[in-house]
Structure formats: structure tokens, C-alpha cells
Nanobody
Framework: QVQLVESGGGLVQPGGSLRLSCVASGSISSIDWMGWYRQAPGKERDLVAFTTGRSITSYSDSVKGRFTISRDNAKNTAYLQMNSLKPEDMAVYYC??????????????WGQGTQVTVSS
């Protein structure tokens, strides 16, 4: 019933920028939590940033001051603006959404992931 489509990943040099998008679609009544995780090869999946239905935002220490999460509630879309990218930011980035379906049931769902490569 729910589909998350991620886009915006790619190859950038250290110090460069990328903007990721996550569009949620389906029989969605509301979204109360949208966040971005990332997973590098051989490492655990870590939470990078999230935003709530009341526009509360939070960031991991490793990206504070460099990344910005935002959302468009009307389009059920979350964005992650990534500036001053470092090689250690290289990973597959996953969008995760939690909310309520039109049926009244709660849901949570993962996006397909988008690759971010930071290299000279």
C-alpha cells in the first residue's frame, strides 16, 4: 500500500553537495516521522537525521552543521541537503517513513536506497 521512491544520489568530490529526495505514495492518511539512515559496506545502518509531524528535527553528531533535513507535507516528501561531503559519508542512504494509512492502521516502510559516493 505504501511506496517510497528515493532519488538524488550520485558521485561527488570531497567538499561537494548532493540533495536526496524521498517521496511517499499510496493510501497514506498522515506521516508522523520521516528519517534518513545510511549504511556503508561492512558497517551497521545508522540514523542520520529525522523530522517529525510537528517539524522537530534531529541530526547525528557526524553530520551536524553539514546536512539539513526538510519536508513538504503536502507532497509527503522528505529531503536531505548534504554539504561539505566527506569520504566517510559514502554509503547507501535509506529513507524510512512511519505514519497512518487511510484505513486507520499504522505503517512503517523503507525506501529502496540511493548510493552516495564521495571520491576524488
Amino acid at each position: 500500500q505504501v511506496q517510497l521512491v528515493e532519488s538524488g544520489g550520485g558521485l561527488v568530490q570531497p567538499g561537494g553537495s548532493l540533495r536526496l529526495s524521498c517521496v511517499a505514495s499510496g493510501s497514506i492518511s498522515s506521516i508522523d516521522w520521516m528519517g534518513w539512515y545510511r549504511q556503508a559496506p561492512g558497517k551497521e545502518r545508522d540514523l542520520v537525521a529525522f523530522t517529525t509531524g510537528r517539524s522537530i528535527t534531529s541530526y547525528s553528531d557526524s553530520v551536524k552543521g553539514r546536512f539539513t533535513i526538510s519536508r513538504d507535507n503536502a507532497k509527503n516528501t522528505a529531503y536531505l541537503q548534504m554539504n561539505s561531503l566527506k569520504p566517510e559519508d559514502m554509503a547507501v542512504y535509506y529513507c524510512y517513513v512511519r505514519g497512518i494509512l487511510n484505513s486507520g492502521s499504522r505503517f512503517d516502510y523503507w525506501g529502496q536506497g540511493t548510493q552516495v559516493t564521495v571520491s576524488s
